[in-house]
């Protein structure tokens, strides 16, 4: 699609009402329209959750600064990517001198970040990227309520490995305060794929947005640390999705509560129904049952 066709589409999609504009968006992404009055599937409770879920914690979790001081009250000082720099604003260029490899990114959405692995000979297109992030809104099409509510700012951070060796990226998917799967990102930028695993490290036949990764991949030497950390984040919460890094010592990335906006598509199909089972009965809204 055309980029100016795609935005004007994503317009007319965040000027509908929520549930028509999210039915719309999974019909087109997964061939059926959701049921968002009695939600089966995982993407149609995250959906559901979308509509309904306002809890007032939500913004802080998944604003890239602000989470930060939580993970450290919750987990210690130790799981924490120390923040080189933050602001609305680059500092001047003789000031960005902050030591590589590091990331520049927004901390009110996703995959706006740009990474640095060396010397930058020219700034102004990243200048250009990072003005149009902090000007901008997360894609309001998405209805994803609590990146409204974000601050703007720009934040910079050391990068966990190097280009030709990037830390793997382990996502733990937490239902009603327990990691049921955990997905890894591999080789980001020479070929990115994708792997599954249960709580045990075994691997699972699932395929979602990349290629499966073939290898047999070890598990991460802290992997209970690392399932023990993501569960004490996920706890009171029906689901979460924690991002950690083994670089070392577990290391926080960030939170989410809107995993693929509700319109990842899986194969085999029936995962959508089998991890829609996991959440926790009763309570699509994203609390957990109170104990």
Not at 15 to 27: A, K, T, Y
Not at 51 to 58: D, K, S, V
Not at 151 to 167: F, H, I, K, Q, S
Not at 188 to 196: A, S, V
Request: charged fraction near 25%; glycine fraction near 8%; include cysteine.
């Amino acid at each position: 699609m055309h980029p100016a066709i795609r935005t004007v589409a994503r317009f007319g999609l965040s000027m509908l009402p929520s549930e028509l504009s999210l039915s719309v968006r999974h019909r087109e992404r997964h061939g059926r329209w959701p049921d968002l009055h009695s939600p089966k599937t995982f993407n149609e409770k995250v959906l559901y959750f979308k509509l309904h879920e306002r809890n007032p914690l939500l913004p802080t979790l998944i604003d890239k600064i602000l989470v930060k001081d939580w993970v450290r009250k919750k987990l210690g000082d130790s799981w924490v990517t120390p923040t080189l720099w933050w602001g609305k604003e680059l500092p001047d260029r003789s000031q960005r001198n902050w030591p590589m490899p590091y990331v520049i990114k927004a901390n009110h959405g996703s995959k706006w970040n740009v990474f640095v692995f060396d010397r930058v000979s020219d700034w102004a297109g990243i200048e250009a990227d990072c003005k149009t992030w902090v000007t901008s809104r997360w894609h309001p099409e998405l209805h994803e309520w609590a990146y409204g509510l974000i601050d703007p700012n720009l934040l910079v951070e050391p990068y966990n490995g190097t280009r030709a060796n990037p830390a793997p990226d382990c996502k733990f998917y937490v239902f009603g305060g327990r990691v049921e799967l955990v997905h890894v990102d591999i080789d980001r930028f020479t070929g990115h794929t994708r792997k599954y695993f249960d709580r045990n490290w075994v691997p699972q036949n699932i395929q979602s947005e990349f290629p499966n990764d073939e290898r047999d991949l070890p598990a991460p030497p802290h992997l209970k640390e690392m399932i023990e950390g993501a569960e004490e984040l996920g706890k009171g919460f029906a689901f979460a999705r924690v991002d950690l890094y083994d670089c070392g010592r577990p290391l926080f990335g960030e939170m989410t509560f809107y995993h693929g906006s509700g319109l990842c598509t899986f194969n085999p199909v029936s995962t959508d129904l089998t991890l829609g089972a996991l959440w926790p009965a009763g309570d699509e809204s994203g609390r957990a049952p109170r104990i």
